[in-house]
């Protein structure tokens, strides 16, 4: 196989994105299922989702990463490290590009695809190596966050 299809999510994200769907198009009970719409879980957004939808979440993460790696990285730098779970910044945009990712898989035309290739994985991809900077992580050796003391510091004198 030349290329590799893009890994479904998880069943329990499914069912998370097709309640949004609903709510989007403004069928009513999507809304009436899931009360008020700040109150729905968003998997794109994992702080937002509960237990089981967080863990679907973050599973399907690693699959799309294996994914990503795969058909994407040409060289070791451009992978997405495979301790990206220690790495906020990296985790945040993960579910985001996953969920834009399916969408353009599951669109009837190439534009959203085109989309995806153009403007969200590049710029995805410049944001995590600007990050990332030249730790180890991107050489394969996970590298602790280098700004955790001064963060933890800064916690410690803001006034209360």
Do not use: K
Not at 28 to 41: F, I, K, P, S, T
Not at 68 to 92: D, F
Not at 106 to 126: H, I, S, T
Request: net charge negative; aromatic share 10%; with cysteine.
């Amino acid at each position: 196989m030349i290329v590799l299809p893009f890994p479904p999510p998880p069943s329990a994200v499914l069912h998370a994105l097709e309640l949004l769907e609903n709510v989007r198009r403004g069928n009513g009970g999507g809304v009436a299922q899931a009360g008020a719409v700040a109150d729905l879980e968003r998997p794109w957004e994992p702080a937002s989702c509960s237990g089981e939808l967080n863990a679907a979440v973050w599973s399907w993460c690693d699959d799309v990463v294996a994914w990503i790696n795969h058909e994407y990285a040409w060289r070791p730098a451009q992978m997405v490290p495979a301790c990206w779970p220690h790495h906020a910044h990296i985790a945040r945009e993960l579910p985001v590009l996953a969920v834009l990712r399916w969408e353009a898989e599951n669109a009837a035309g190439p534009q959203l695809v085109e989309e995806w290739n153009r403007y969200a994985f590049p710029m995805f991809c410049d944001r995590m190596a600007q990050r990332l900077g030249e730790s180890t992580c991107r050489t394969g050796r996970h590298q602790d966050w280098p700004a955790e003391t001064r963060y933890t510091a800064s916690l410690d004198s803001a006034p209360r």
